[in-house]
């Protein structure tokens, strides 16, 4: 295999079961034939979608438990390049129920279990030797991508020294994270943060109503000033760009002292799980090209819209 130039990294897997149904009722039995099974979590989504891409990315992550062999199994049909360090603990499952009569995407998420004693010095240790050999074998800029939770059983340190230690080998660093683990990686100076506007607020203005966010436009309007401001100051203060993605309205970015909105082209959804790691990974892809982040941010949109196109999660195509 080619040398990667991408290492994605998630500490949360997941085995998705997506159900579609022609429509499905609460406190009823619902069957389908439509179903199927899938590796995820975000690292994996990206992964995937920049190997869809063309691009050579690695993805690493904690796997045990039952279901460990399934899920490398899933990540070779989709030739997803794997590095995992044993952490005992079950691969959580979570559900994605599809209901065509309105286009709803239903989410139900387990929450994982701990890792055991020393996976987080596993990691760590695949993490340093990957990051150096990547750093001096690849001829252009290599990119870390940090995406989503971790499970519990890790310390807050580990996404921090993460980033510090991409930041010294010339890595662009892409973080897709939230809550504690930005606020503790931002003084390392990523390149790009990439939240989406409920992570955001609930990280940088707890004050705001997320029950409002997501459903009511007007009121993602009223505290657009305070998100922009807050926003503003941390690209300031710590050296990066800022990109707020907002589901089907225009994405917010503030680069430089700059704000613009990228417009998103209306579609029709059949499972949006994963857009926004298709979007993460179409991003990262062009700017590897060269693209500006504002070009970059279009690519990332095309790649979203492509992925709540199809059923299957976390792709470009089936």
Known sequence: MAQPSFLCVCLNPTLQKTLSFSTWKRD?????????????????????????LG??????????????DLFIK????????????ESSSEIRFCYTLLDQSDH???????????????????????????????????????????????????SD?????MAGLAKERGFRIILDIKGKDLQNALPYRPDIIKPNLLEFCTTYLPHVDPGRIQV?????????????????ALADEF????????????????????????????VVPINTTGSGDAFTAGMASA???????????????????LNAALLRPGVIRE
């Open 55 to 68: 691009k050579k990315a690695l993805h690493l992550t904690q796997l045990g438990g039952n279901f460990k």
């Open 287 to 305: 700017l590897d090209d060269g693209l500006s982040l504002q070009d970059a941010v279009g690519e990332g949109i095309r790649c979203g819209a």
């Open 216 to 232: 009511d436009e007007l009121y993602q309007q009223s505290i657009q000033g305070e998100v922009l401001s807050r926003a503003q």
């Open 157 to 161: 340190d580990i996404i921090p020294n």
């Open 104 to 154: 709803s995407v239903t989410e139900l998420v387990e929450e994982s279990a701990p890792v055991q004693p020393g996976t987080e010095a596993a990691i760590w240790e695949l993490f340093k030797q990957e990051c150096n050999r990547i750093s001096n074998l690849t001829e252009t800029q290599p990119t870390l991508i940090v995406s989503g939770t971790k499970a519990a059983g890790f």
């Open 28 to 52: 009823q039995v619902n069957r389908t034939s439509q179903h199927r099974m899938d590796a995820s979590g975000k690292g994996v989504n990206v992964c995937r979608v920049l190997t869809q």
């Open 239 to 266: 050296d990066c760009s800022i990109v707020i993605s907002r589901g089907s309205k225009p994405v917010w970015v503030i680069e430089g002292g700059r704000f613009y909105e990228v417009p998103l082209t209306p």
């Open 74 to 85: 899933l990540c070779e049909r989709d030739s997803v390049p794997l590095l995992w360090a």
